[in-house]
């Protein structure tokens, strides 16, 4: 039995970096996209330059299992990962809905 | 004009804390709801109970003045805030969605 989860992605970017990040977060974006299970995905920018975490990603993927072998697939994460380390710190987790109104 | 604006809210909880945290989480989003532009919030939960942070709140508000007025008129927010304090570290932002597939 397979069930939905979420992914969330907690990133604080370094001031002035938003536009490189967004650029390679759309690199792998299109990536992840194609992969099996793949549901949907959101980047939110913060409105206040200064928040903490600048971007937040949210997307949904049909299990875990899709999630994990998706990125098991996609030799060229390992390469992104050291670019947005550069400048970003990122804090992947998966999560399902606790609670919803 | 208005626009629609997530509310993010990234809480670190202290471990063993997490059922208290939902039940104050519950309290004030029955509060929330209620207000003018509340839209919907979900509050997710991490599948690893080790993820730095255990609980993220997303929820959806028709303007940002909406949102910031359903705080203003909620007087027992500060002392809900306070009991948060308490078991978990918040980093609520406003954002916007900047790209999403």
Redesign the interface.
């Known amino acids: 039995m397979q069930s939905m989860?979420?992914l969330?992605n907690?990133f604080a970017v370094s001031p002035g970096k938003e536009e490189e990040f967004?650029r390679l977060?759309?690199e792998t974006?299109h990536l992840m996209?194609q992969k099996p299970g793949f549901m949907?995905?959101?980047?939110?920018?913060?409105?206040?330059p200064g928040?903490?975490?600048a971007?937040?990603n949210?997307a949904h993927w049909e299990s875990?299992e899709a999630w994990q072998q998706a990125i098991d697939s996609n030799p060229g994460l390992q390469n992104w990962w050291q670019q947005i380390a550069l400048i970003a710190e990122a804090?992947p987790?998966?999560?399902?809905?606790?609670?919803?109104?």
Not at 40 to 48: E, G, M, P
Not at 96 to 101: F, S
């Open positions: 989860v979420t969330i907690v967004i977060w759309n974006a996209r949907d995905t959101k980047l939110h920018r913060s409105l206040n928040a903490q975490f971007f937040i949210v875990q804090n987790a998966l999560y399902k809905v606790e609670v919803q109104y």
